[in-house]
């Protein structure tokens, strides 16, 4: 095995030779053999453990046996301690999620402050399989058929080729000890039920299943790039991205995607990174009245006229309680930066006057100044008209989207009179006449 691992890393993975490596230790068999086998061949390592606090005195047990095996290699050792069940219940998450996202970060943390290059995780070819069938009970799309990626980032899975019969061989035969989680042999998680009851089935009937399951996934990963080539081909014709506001939307142009030969396959390919579940009502969106909208955990996509509109979702107060979300600005302020960054200066004349930039008779102001969202009924009187206009219909008349309204902010004098719908237009009344103190106001880029 130590062979086949020394030619596996030279021929797939040599950019780890000669690299600063973080191991991730549990003190499991797998973890556990990754390490003498490198240490075996001389690489640059040091071993990371996380101590969970799931199995009372045997985590404690794990932690002590790691750092037995630095201290018998001579390798640097790092160890933590976590609160797992009640971050779990704080994050309402399962343990395993909790455990995993405090497991990783921590070992980000690891690679800024010593400097290492890459964390290496001791997955094998078993992990990948029993990955696979876990997401085809579930159900997934090809990303959950792919497998576990050897090289994510700076994370890398050098055992991805080798099964866990040939880890236990090698144990084995190397007397190398190892700690035993006793849950592992319960069948309660999903996994162990697979791992326990359905792989050795499937190995009765393909003995040499492992190899076929490779091959299988390299099939997935080329029909899936194949996939993302066509996506990103289709998306020039789809897609339109507006970064230039602080709405940072991305556009689906409705009739481009009627046009393609399956408008909902299409559909999860363009969304499922953003964690939309429901495609179903992502579709019906296509032939849904302006105005409805479908949710994810982290993104809203609206129906507006000849477009479904993706943004972030916006966590803060709505636009129905624009109260809620209101802030002041004091006299004399020269600056703020939430939620918008503007910049209040005294000035003795207009310059070049543009959607970023107003200059305000000074005597007109009453102070502190309201900025906040737009609700129903406001009304402003448009510079260069006359007469005033709802903020509805002026809204209507720019054809501005759901989105773009719900993300309108406006400058208010403290009598609730609008000043400026900001990155838009100017109310004529207290626009600067020629003998007018002057204050500038300007929206800066973050």
């Known amino acids: 095995m130590l062979q086949k691992l020394s030619n596996h890393i030279a021929q797939n993975l040599p950019f780890l030779k000669d690299k600063k490596l973080l191991i991730a230790i549990s003190g499991g068999i797998d973890s556990v053999v990754l390490t003498h086998n490198l240490a075996a061949l001389n690489f640059n390592i040091s071993l990371a453990h996380c101590n969970f606090n799931l199995r009372n005195t045997e985590s404690d047990l794990d932690e002590k046996f790691v750092k037995e095996l630095a201290k018998n290699l001579d390798i640097d050792y790092f160890t933590t301690s976590f609160e797992t069940k009640k971050v779990a219940k704080e994050n309402k998450e399962s343990t395993q ?17 010593h400097n290492f290059d890459f964390v290496l995780t001791a997955h094998h070819a078993d992990d990948n399989l029993e990955t696979f069938l876990i997401n085809l009970t579930r159900g997934s799309g090809l990303d959950g058929f792919t497998g576990i990626p ?99 939307e991305t556009k689906f142009n409705i009739q481009e995607i009627q046009l393609l030969s399956n408008p909902k396959a299409y559909l999860y390919q363009l969304l499922v990174k953003y964690h939309f579940t429901e495609f179903n009502d992502v579709y019906n969106l296509l032939s849904a009245q302006s105005g409805k909208q479908v949710f994810s955990k982290t993104h809203v996509l609206l129906k507006d006229r000849e477009y479904l509109i ?131 106001i300007s929206i800066k880029d973050n």
């Open 97 to 113: 999620i909790a455990a995993r996202n405090l497991r990783y970060t921590w070992f980000q943390e690891l690679i800024t402050t």
């Open 150 to 248: 050897e090289i994510n980032g700076n994370i890398v899975r050098p055992f991805l080729k080798f099964s866990r019969e040939e880890i236990l061989d090698f144990a084995n035969k190397n007397t190398i000890s190892w700690r035993e989680d006793k849950s592992n042999a319960s069948t309660k998680y999903v996994r162990n039920k697979i791992r326990h009851n359905v792989l050795p089935v499937l190995k009765e009937i393909n003995p040499s299943l492992l190899d076929t399951f490779s091959k299988t996934i390299e099939n997935l990963q080329e029909s899936k790039q194949i996939i993302e080539d066509r996506i990103a081909e289709v998306s020039k014709k789809v897609v339109e991205n507006n970064c230039s506001t602080a709405l940072e």
């Open 310 to 440: 993706l943004s972030k979702k916006d966590f803060s107060p709505s636009v129905s309680n624009p109260l809620a979300s209101a802030f002041e600005i004091a006299e004399n302020t020269v600056e703020i930066t939430n939620p918008i960054h503007l910049t209040l200066e005294d000035v003795n004349e207009k310059s070049i006057q543009n959607k970023n930039t107003i200059y305000v008779a000074k005597a007109l102001l009453e102070f502190p100044l309201i900025l906040r969202k737009w609700q129903n009924g406001d009304y402003f009187y448009p510079s260069g008209m006359k007469g005033k206009k709802k903020l509805s219909k002026y809204f209507k008349d720019e054809k501005l989207s759901l989105l773009e309204k719900n993300n309108t902010w406006l400058l208010c004098n403290n009598t609730g009179d609008v000043i400026w719908i900001l990155n838009k237009r100017q109310d004529n009344r207290f626009e600067v006449d020629t003998n007018a103190e002057i204050i500038k």
